[in-house]
């Protein structure tokens, strides 16, 4: 068990790199299981747990991967089964995105329920709805959801009542190798959607209109493994926006792409915050008292939900009232309650948050309560008059690479500390590589990339 310590008070300066985005090599890891031929060598995949989870469950199913220098090299000529384990499936929801290849490739296929998670129940019956169109059967049972096909499935026209994000990843999976054409109605937009079409194109499938609300896929009979790289994640680059403009610092964010930003970039500017986009990243300056502004988050081009808590952080620095309303997730205000031991003054009225900007935010003991939510305290650490604990960080650990390590290198006063050395060590910064290691060893989780090459 490890946390984040975090003292207020610095102004953020200098330039911090963007890694590869999660939710573009989750679903871009899980389409490498359609490749019969080659291997498929996915560059600028960032080192996150939840990268590790997705490799665990391919190589459960038989598939080779290696990890190397932020390159993923998946070997899926042979596979062995069709079952994806409950032991990984339960530790992440995007595992269930390995549904769409394994139905699609093997005809059949059995994945442990996802369930729920922190930020509300998040069903399947899109997904479910898509693969039975395609002419998968499906049934539940014991926890496990099987589906089956008689022989190919067959392209069909889905509409889906929610532009779900996942649903049109696992559907647009599955029909890369059916039989005909497929017709995805009312499809997510996000950016990670056109990056896993993109990849799919390169491995010889024929995705059209990815980043529209139709996407049509023509099935073909094979593909191959290609080398492709991961687009920056727009999460943590607005993470990192933020972080420069709570502090009043001055950051160039690199491998932010602004084009993907719009609504986060637009939010900020009606605040008072600069922002110079240029072509390999965008420079944040905040010199000026911060305004309130109301936002609703939706699906892309909207505002994201994911960087909702921590505009919040930031919101709370303003002067006066924002409504800060979450249209996507039905329970993602867990925040509220740790951003109210820090001070912060926030009223919760249905789906949406009232929040009163200007008060001094005190550091205090808070828990990420999930991954953005720990994101969201820790930016409020940064301006907390004194120190900020913040504990969860196997959430944060799921979507930040180094992020103690990152922060450090714009001026913030941040380490990560085992508990264990807490307790020997008070008033002083342990070495932060060695921490991380005893933090990983205590949640039992080998620190895959830092010391091993290979997976498994
Ligand atoms: C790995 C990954 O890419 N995760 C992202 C993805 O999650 P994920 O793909 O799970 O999110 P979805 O877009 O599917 O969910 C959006 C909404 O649709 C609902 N829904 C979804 C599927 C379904 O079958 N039925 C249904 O009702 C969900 O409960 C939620 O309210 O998009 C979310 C919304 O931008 C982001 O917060 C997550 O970071
Ligand atoms: C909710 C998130 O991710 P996931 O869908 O993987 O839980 C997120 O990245 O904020």
């Known amino acids: 068990?490890?946390?984040?310590?975090?003292?207020?008070?610095?102004?953020?300066?200098?330039?911090?790199?963007?890694?590869?985005?999660?939710?573009?090599?989750?679903?871009?890891?899980?389409?490498?299981?359609?490749?019969?031929?080659?291997?498929?060598?996915?560059?600028?995949?960032?080192?996150?747990?939840?990268?590790?989870?997705?490799?665990?469950?391919?190589?459960?199913?038989?598939?080779?991967?290696?990890?190397?220098?932020?390159?993923?090299?998946?070997?899926?000529?042979?596979?062995?089964?069709?079952?994806?384990?409950?032991?990984?499936?339960?530790?992440?929801?995007?595992?269930?995105?390995?549904?769409?290849?394994?139905?699609?490739?093997?005809?059949?296929?059995?994945?442990?329920?996802p369930g729920g998670c922190a930020i509300g129940t998040r069903p399947i019956d899109q997904h479910l709805k898509g693969f039975e169109a395609l002419g998968a059967e499906i049934s539940l049972g014991q926890g496990f959801i099987e589906a089956r096909s008689h022989g190919r499935l067959r392209g069909a026209k889905v509409y889906l009542d929610v532009a779900s994000v996942g649903a049109t990843e696992n559907i647009m999976m599955?029909?890369?190798?059916?039989?005909?054409?497929?017709?995805?109605?009312?499809?997510?937009?996000?950016?990670?959607?056109?990056?896993?079409?993109n990849y799919l194109n390169s491995m010889g499938a024929i995705v059209r209109g990815a980043g529209t609300g139709v996407i049509r896929i023509e099935g073909v009979e094979r593909l191959h493994g290609v080398r492709h790289t991961v687009i920056p994640d727009r999460i943590e680059a607005g993470t990192y926006m933020v972080a420069a403009a709570i502090t009043g610092g001055d950051v160039y964010v690199e491998g932010a792409i602004a084009d993907h930003l719009g609504p986060v970039i637009a939010k900020m500017e009606e605040m008072g915050v600069t922002i110079l986009p240029d072509e390999n990243g965008v420079r944040v300056i905040a010199d000026k008292p911060l305004k309130a502004v109301d936002l609703k988050t939706l699906p892309y081009p909207g505002f994201p939900t994911d960087m909702q808590s921590q505009m919040m952080a930031l919101l709370l620095r303003s002067e006066g009232t924002s409504v800060v309303t979450e249209t996507v997730f039905e329970n993602r205000f867990m925040h509220?309650?740790?951003?109210?031991?820090?001070?912060?003054?926030?009223?919760?009225?249905?789906?949406?948050?009232?929040?009163?900007?200007?008060?001094?935010?005190?550091?205090?003991?808070?828990?990420?309560?999930?991954?953005?939510?720990?994101?969201?305290?820790?930016?409020?650490?940064?301006?907390?008059?004194g120190t900020t604990e913040v504990s969860g960080t196997h959430h944060i650990d799921r979507g930040y690479v180094h992020l103690a390590e990152k922060l450090q290198g714009l001026g913030a006063d941040i380490w990560r500390i085992s508990l264990e050395e807490k307790a020997t060590e008070i008033g002083s910064k342990p070495e932060t590589a060695k921490v991380e290691a005893a933090a990983a060893q205590a949640e039992e989780i080998v620190p895959l990339f830092q010391v091993q090459p290979t997976l498994g």
């Open 336 to 385: 509220v309650d740790e951003f109210h031991n820090m001070n912060a003054e926030i009223k919760i009225e249905g789906r949406s948050a009232i929040i009163t900007g200007g008060a001094q935010l005190v550091g205090a003991k808070v828990c990420a309560t999930d991954l953005r939510a720990g994101a969201a305290m820790i930016l409020a650490g940064l301006v907390a008059e």
């Open 174 to 197: 599955a029909a890369a190798l059916a039989e005909g054409v497929t017709t995805i109605e009312n499809a997510a937009k996000e950016p990670e959607i056109v990056d896993l079409a």
């Open 1 to 113: 068990m490890s946390k984040f310590i975090v003292r207020g008070g610095r102004k953020l300066t200098g330039s911090v790199k963007v890694s590869g985005a999660k939710n573009s090599v989750l679903p871009i890891i899980a389409a490498s299981l359609l490749a019969e031929e080659g291997v498929s060598v996915i560059i600028d995949a960032p080192p996150l747990d939840d990268v590790m989870t997705i490799s665990r469950v391919l190589e459960s199913l038989g598939a080779g991967v290696t990890y190397s220098n932020d390159v993923i090299e998946v070997d899926a000529r042979e596979l062995a089964t069709c079952e994806a384990p409950y032991e990984w499936v339960r530790k992440m929801r995007a595992s269930f995105l390995v549904m769409g290849p394994l139905l699609s490739r093997l005809g059949r296929t059995r994945i442990s329920l």
